[in-house]
């Protein structure tokens, strides 16, 4: 079993990185640093929903039957991709309604502590009602909000 890698550079250092080279990035030989730049941009602009999506598509895809195997093959921890897994059990209206509105706020707003807020609650009327309450304050906030960092 050989192990997977791929090489970027960075300040004119070669660098081997272990696990599958990000999708976006496959036509490229070497990820020089503005293309791996590029590629985190991306990745920070993907809702925490949209991320679960990918995952579970992942595993559709190739055939994965575990979240342990899904972690193997892209080279993440498990328990971080069984949180944003997590977030697909949302209900459906919350799910519609974040797919739809791609604000910047919204985006921002919506990170995965506060999805995951909504997947405690009781029963999906409340977790609803909840979110109605967080959209509200979201649209208060206005879009140069942006979470204070831990």
Not at 8 to 25: E, S
Not at 107 to 130: C, G, I, K, Q, S
Request: net charge positive; glycine share 4%.
């Amino acid at each position: 079993m050989s192990t997977r890698y791929y090489t970027r550079t960075r300040k004119r250092y070669k660098q081997f990185v272990l696990g599958d080279k990000p999708g976006v990035l496959k036509d490229l030989d070497s990820i020089d640093e503005r293309a791996w730049e590029q590629y985190e941009n991306y990745a920070k602009r993907i809702t925490p929903l949209e991320r679960g999506e990918f995952y579970r598509r992942l595993m559709d895809e190739k055939g994965l039957k575990s979240m342990c195997a899904l972690a193997r093959a892209v080279g993440k921890d498990e328990a971080a991709i069984r949180k944003y897994m997590s977030l697909l059990k949302l209900p459906q209206p919350i799910q519609a309604f974040l797919r739809e509105h791609r604000t910047p706020n919204y985006v921002r707003y919506f990170n995965e502590d506060h999805l995951r807020e909504l997947l405690t609650l009781p029963d999906p009327r409340a977790a609803w009602h909840r979110f109605q309450e967080m959209r509200v304050e979201a649209d208060r906030l206005g879009p140069h909000w942006s979470p204070a960092k831990p």
